[in-house]
């Protein structure tokens, strides 16, 4: 027999709207009155009387936001604005592209997209910053890929290496820890395929050598368009995953 339709009950389905509500209120708090990552919040008992309700429901707000790196809580200490975290996003993102792997890779698909759009998109405004200095660090890690293929290591630490150096001239805080949620939740998916290196470690390494080459002849297109085509292994394994009945 098969289960009934699952779905909230409306009493409960309200105390989440007004829980969201609540957690929005504390958020445009924090706007209005300019508070920024580290500063103090007001206490307990103040929040509880600027939003009229009880200590309670404000833990509970409290709690949440805290889980999704709006709030810190320092136990002994107070509350305060957390500091830039992606933890949370990593989580999250980690968890659907895995669980897509049970059925045929969507969402995994999907991030792969996003960091390919973002990479293929920025290297060439990247290219436009860098100095012959930091060309020579991208060249020292190449090196070190390549060293480390030849000795048939791996070299997953040196990979990430690589492609945030790409795009470190740019000073973007938010696409360097974007890439770093990515490298995390690739990480676990490449376990969830079998833990085994997408192509040959000195076919990858070549991959990189390419991708450097492109940028020291100054050709943006074909740097752009090695780093789409860079992201074709994830690709072919995850096209082998089931499709979902």
């Known amino acids: 027999m098969s289960l009934p339709h699952a779905s909230l009950p409306p009493a409960r389905f309200s105390a989440q709207n007004r829980s969201r509500a609540l957690q929005a209120e504390i ?26 309700i ?14 999704l790196g709006v709030v810190e809580i320092r136990h002994g200490f107070g509350m305060f604005v957390a500091p830039a975290n992606f933890d949370a996003l990593a ?10 792997l049970r059925h045929e890779g969507k969402e995994a698909l999907q991030l792969v997209d996003v960091r390919q759009a973002l990479e293929a998109g920025l290297i060439g405004e990247a290219m436009d910053l860098w100095t012959p200095e930091h060309l020579a660090e991208i060249e020292a890690t190449v090196q070190e890929m390549e060293a480390a293929a030849a000795a ?8 990430e290496r690589f492609h945030y150096q790409l795009f470190e001239p740019l000073g973007n805080e938010l696409l360097s820890n974007l890439m770093s949620v990515f490298w995390k939740v690739y990480s676990k998916i490449h376990l969830e395929l079998g833990g085994d290196p997408l192509v040959n470690l000195v076919e990858n390494a070549a991959v990189h050598r390419g991708i450097l080459e492109a940028v020291k002849a100054g050709d943006k297109e074909l740097a752009s368009e090695r780093l789409r085509r860079h992201f074709d292994g994830i690709r072919e394994q995850l096209a082998k995953l089931p499709v979902a009945p």
């Open 27 to 52: 958020m445009e708090l924090i706007l209005e009155r300019d508070l920024e990552a580290g500063d103090a919040l007001p206490t307990e008992a103040e929040l509880v009387a600027a939003l009229g």
């Open 54 to 67: 009880g200590r309670n429901t404000l833990r509970e707000a409290l709690k949440v936001l805290q889980a």
């Open 91 to 100: 989580d999250g993102l980690t968890f659907r592209g895995r669980l897509s």
């Open 152 to 159: 048939g290591n791996s070299f997953t630490e040196v990979d």
